[in-house]
C-alpha cells in the first residue's frame, strides 16, 4: 500500500486499552522506543489489535514537533529522542529529518521554528508526537 505519510514507523503491539468511543494501543517501535496511539475503539476492532501483533505506525510529517532539550511538564506522551540528520531550509518551512534507533523520521515546521533551536545537522532533538496524530495500520 502506498501512502503519502513519510513516517511508518514499524513496531509491536504492547498493550490495548478500550474505551466507550477511543482505544490507547501501546507500540514498542523496533528501536526499542515506545509509542501511544489513540485510535477509535472500531478502528481498533476492525484491525484486530492485540499484544503481539505487528503494526506500522503512521504520523503525518507535520505532526511533528522538536524540542532541543526536556519537554518536561507536557501532555504530550510521545517523545522519541534522536539526531538531525539533514535539514531542508524553505523561505517559510523547513524539512527536518531525525535519526532514531532503527528509525527515521520526517518533522516539518517553520523555519523560525529551526532557527529559533538553532538546529544543525548532528542536533540531539526529542521529536514529540501527540497520541491522537498517530494512525495504525497492519504490518
Do not use: C, W, Y
Not at 2 to 15: A, C, D, E, W, Y
Not at 114 to 125: C, N, R, T
Amino acid at each position: 500500500m502506498s501512502l503519502s505519510i513519510r513516517n511508518q514507523l514499524p513496531g509491536t503491539v504492547t498493550g490495548v486499552t478500550p474505551g466507550e468511543a477511543m482505544a490507547t494501543v501501546g507500540v514498542r517501535l523496533t528501536g526499542g522506543q515506545d509509542l501511544t496511539a489513540a485510535i477509535t475503539r472500531e478502528a481498533a476492532d476492525d484491525l484486530g489489535l492485540s499484544v503481539g501483533a505487528a503494526v506500522r505506525a503512521l504520523v503525518k510529517s507535520t505532526e511533528v514537533s522538536l524540542a532541543t532539550g526536556p519537554a518536561d511538564d507536557l501532555s504530550i506522551r510521545n517523545r522519541l529522542p534522536g539526531a538531525v540528520t539533514r535539514i531542508v531550509l524553505g523561505e517559510v518551512m523547513a524539512v527536518v529529518h531525525v535519526t532514531m534507533e532503527d528509525a527515521e523520521l520526517t518533522a516539518v515546521i517553520t523555519r523560525e521554528a529551526a532557527e529559533d533551536l538553532g538546529l544543525f545537522v548532528g542536533s540531539d532533538v526529542i521529536a514529540l508526537v501527540k497520541s491522537t496524530e498517530v494512525a495504525l495500520a497492519k504490518a
